[in-house]
C-alpha cells in the first residue's frame, strides 16, 4: 500500500527514535569537592543558635561570598530552593496579609504561590510579546493602593526591563523582588540580572543553567533585608532579641528552615565557577540552531531585549498560526511524532489555575483572597492578560534541548523535525 505521507503523524519514519538525554553541568571538579566534604563529615555547618555557625558552615559561607564577588553584590544569602529564596524575599520585604504583590502569570507557579504563605494577593500583570517577561505598561495599570511590591520573572534565561520597573516601583513606593531562577549571568545594560531589585533569587535546581541538584540564593545589597532573610532560613525567631541579630521589625520574622547542606555548597562553589563556560554552551548550541533555522520562515526566532544577552535556559519561538495555515497544537503534535518533544507554550497563565480560578489556596474560607484583611478586588477572569494567554495557547513553541551534553547533531535533528513538518504542512 502507498504510504500517505511521510510525516511521522501519519505512519512515515520519525526523524529520531533516540530520546534527548538530560542536562549534566557537573564533572570531576564537583566530585573532588564533594569528596572534601565528606572528608571532613560536617555534612551540615548550621547552628540555631547564636554563633557564627548561625550562617551556615564553612563551604555555605564560601559559596555566599564567591556568589556575591561573582554578582557584585553586597549579601547574598542560600537556601534549599529558590522557592524558599521566594519565601524568604517576601518576608523580608514584609509583606503582610491583604497586601497586593503585582506578578507574571507566565512564570514557574512558585513566584506566584510564594505570595500566598505570608496572605499576600498576587496580582498578575500582563507580558511583553517578544521577550515574555512583565510589561511594565500593564504593571502600571495593575497599581492599587494595595500595592506593596512588584515580582518580576527574568523568564526564560533574559533580564526583565529593570530600568522601567524601577522607575514604576520608586513613583509609587513599591518594593521590587526579581525572579531570576532562570537567568543567572544574563546581563541588562552591562549588569548581572538579578542584582538590580531590592532582592533578586535565582535557583540551582537540577535544569537550571547551574545547579547542585537543589539549591536557591537570595541578593540584595541591603543589610537589614539580608538579615532578615538569613532569620526567616535559619528558626531566626529565636534570636530576634539578641544584639546583632535583633531585626529593625519582627514582621514575618517566624523562620523555618531553608538550610543549604556543606554538600550542595560544595557542588554550587564549582558550579558558579563554571557559570560563564555553562552559559556560553547554551548560547553557542543557540546561535547554531538559530543560523539553521533563519532559513525556515514560518518561525520567529528568540527576541533579545537590546543591550541584553540571553543565557537561553529555555529557547522559544513563535507561531504565527495565519501564516503557517495550520494550528500549533496540530504542528508541534506533528513535530512530537517526529521524535522532537517541543512544547507548544510554556505555562498555562497562573490564574487559570483551579487555585485562583477558586479561590481555594490555605485553608477552606477563601484565605487569603477574601476576608477582612483584604480591601481590593483582585481579578483571575479569562482575558485579564491577553499577551500571556496566547503565548500559551498559540504562539510560541518552547524549545529546552539546548544544554550540555547535547551537541550540533541534536540541533540538526531538531531543524530536520521542523522542516519535514514544514515541508510536509499540506498533509495535515
Ligand atoms: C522562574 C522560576 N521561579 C522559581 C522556580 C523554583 O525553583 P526551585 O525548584 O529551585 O524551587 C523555578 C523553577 O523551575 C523557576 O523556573
Same mark, same amino acid.
Given at each position: ?12 519514519? +520519525? ?85 497586593? @504583590? /503585582?506578578?507574571?502569570?507566565? #512564570? ?7 505570595? $500566598?504563605?505570608?496572605?499576600?494577593? +498576587? ?20 497599581? #492599587? ?7 518580576? #520573572?527574568?523568564?526564560?534565561? =533574559? ?14 513606593? $513599591? ?23 531590592? /532582592? ?7 535544569? &537550571? ?38 531585626? =529593625? ?19 554550587? /562553589? ?29 518561525? #520567529? ?16 519561538? $513563535?507561531?504565527?498560526?495565519?501564516? @503557517? ?21 510554556? @505555562? ?8 485562583? =480560578? ?16 483584604? &480591601? ?39 531543524? &530536520? ?5 514544514? &515541508?510536509?504542512?499540506?498533509? $495535515?
Amino acid at each position: 500500500m502507498r504510504q500517505l505521507s511521510e510525516l511521522a503523524l501519519l505512519g512515515g519514519k +520519525p526523524v529520531r527514535s533516540a530520546i534527548f538525554p538530560g542536562s549534566v553541568t557537573t564533572g570531576e571538579e564537583e566530585i573532588r569537592s564533594v569528596t572534601e566534604v565528606l572528608r571532613t563529615g560536617l555534612l551540615s555547618g548550621f547552628v540555631g543558635s547564636p554563633s557564627p555557625e548561625f550562617f551556615g558552615g564553612p563551604m555555605v559561607q564560601k559559596f555566599e561570598r564567591s556568589w556575591s564577588e561573582t554578582f557584585e553584590i553586597g549579601y547574598s544569602v542560600s537556601c534549599n530552593s529558590a522557592t524558599s529564596a521566594l519565601f524568604m524575599a517576601l518576608g523580608a520585604v514584609g509583606i503582610c496579609p491583604g497586601d497586593e @504583590v /503585582i506578578v507574571s502569570p507566565y #512564570t514557574m507557579s512558585a513566584t506566584a504561590t510564594s505570595i $500566598l504563605f505570608y496572605g499576600g494577593i +498576587p496580582v498578575f500583570a500582563d507580558i511583553e510579546p517578544d521577550y515574555f517577561c512583565l510589561d511594565p505598561i500593564s504593571i502600571e495599570e495593575k497599581i #492599587t493602593p494595595f500595592t506593596k511590591a512588584i515580582l518580576t #520573572t527574568d523568564i526564560h534565561g =533574559q533580564s526583565s526591563d529593570m530600568n522601567a520597573i524601577n522607575r514604576i516601583a520608586r513613583q509609587h513606593d $513599591l518594593k521590587v523582588i526579581i525572579d531570576c531562577a532562570q537567568a543567572p549571568g544574563a546581563k541588562y545594560n552591562g549588569r548581572l540580572a538579578g542584582t538590580l531589585g531590592d /532582592i533578586g533569587i535565582f535557583s540551582l535546581n537540577r535544569h &537550571k543553567n547551574i545547579q547542585c541538584g537543589e539549591g536557591g540564593v537570595a541578593v540584595t545589597s541591603d543589610h537589614e533585608l539580608a538579615l532578615r532573610m538569613q532569620l526567616i532560613r535559619n528558626h531566626g525567631e529565636n534570636l530576634v532579641d539578641i544584639p546583632g541579630y535583633a531585626p =529593625q521589625s519582627l514582621i514575618n520574622m517566624v523562620g523555618l528552615n531553608f538550610r543549604m547542606t556543606e554538600i550542595e555548597a560544595a557542588i554550587a /562553589i564549582e558550579q558558579l565557577k563554571k557559570m560563564e563556560r555553562l552559559n556560553q554552551y547554551r548560547v553557542d548550541l543557540v546561535a547554531y540552531l538559530n543560523e539553521r533555522l533563519s532559513k525556515n520562515i514560518c518561525l #520567529t526566532l528568540p527576541s533579545v531585549r537590546p543591550g541584553s544577552t540571553h543565557v537561553y535556559y529555555m529557547h522559544v519561538m $513563535l507561531f504565527d498560526e495565519g501564516s @503557517v495555515g495550520i494550528q500549533r497544537t496540530k504542528f508541534v503534535q506533528a513535530l512530537n511524532a517526529e521524535g522532537i518533544p517541543l512544547r507548544g507554550g510554556y @505555562v498555562r497563565p497562573l490564574y487559570l489555575e483551579p487555585i485562583f =480560578q477558586k479561590k481555594i489556596a490555605l485553608g477552606d474560607k477563601g484565605f487569603p483572597f477574601v476576608g477582612e484583611h483584604y &480591601k481590593g478586588n483582585v481579578d483571575y477572569s479569562k482575558g485579564i492578560c491577553p499577551v500571556a494567554e496566547e503565548a500559551w495557547e498559540k504562539r510560541s513553541v518552547v524549545n529546552p534541548f539546548i544544554y550540555p551534553p547535547l551537541t550540533k547533531n541534536d540541533m540538526d535533528d531538531i531543524v &530536520k523535525g521542523l522542516e519535514k513538518v514544514i &515541508k510536509n504542512l499540506k498533509d $495535515l
